[in-house]
């Protein structure tokens, strides 16, 4: 779809910006929602913002209507913006002392989220599970950007590693996961 609309515009980087534009307003309005004034939650939740977008763009193709997508990515949005206040939940249970502790960053919930899940064939809490795994893994993903400390993990490659490796599987296996109760409704 997305592709469609960059080859017929003459002007692709405008669409883009539009795209950015609607994600910065979009964050603005989820923000609000959830009374979220700091910069490091917003900058996290725009990011989780602009994945998603890349992320049901590619459940696009020509036979796909553009109702369901945009359906899809209405559904996926609270979800994902749980997922990336997720690993922040640290520091309200267990104080500053304990932030960034492994469990809270890392994808370890969502994938016991999905083992639990496993069985369930429905299109819309496949779709709740996976924006929250998506979330959760674009959260990790930019701390690995933001050097981020995780405990008890010595070292910085080993953090890194962590976050990075952790943060990718989050985000393949969400896709894996949508991908194949979203051609059931399809068919
Ligand atoms: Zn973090």
Redesign the pocket.
Known sequence: MLDGILKKSKKPILILAGFLLVAILLNYAVLELFEQKSFYRAAHSLVGIIMLMGFVYTFSSKDTSRFKILTLFLVALIPCYLGTVF??LDIKFFGIGSH?NPVF?SGIVFFILLFVARRLKSFLPAAIISAFGLGLGS?LVW?LFDR?DVRWIPGGTLDSLWLGINGLLCILLARTFLKSRFKKVES
């Open positions: 690993s922040d960034r960053h959260h701390d981020a």
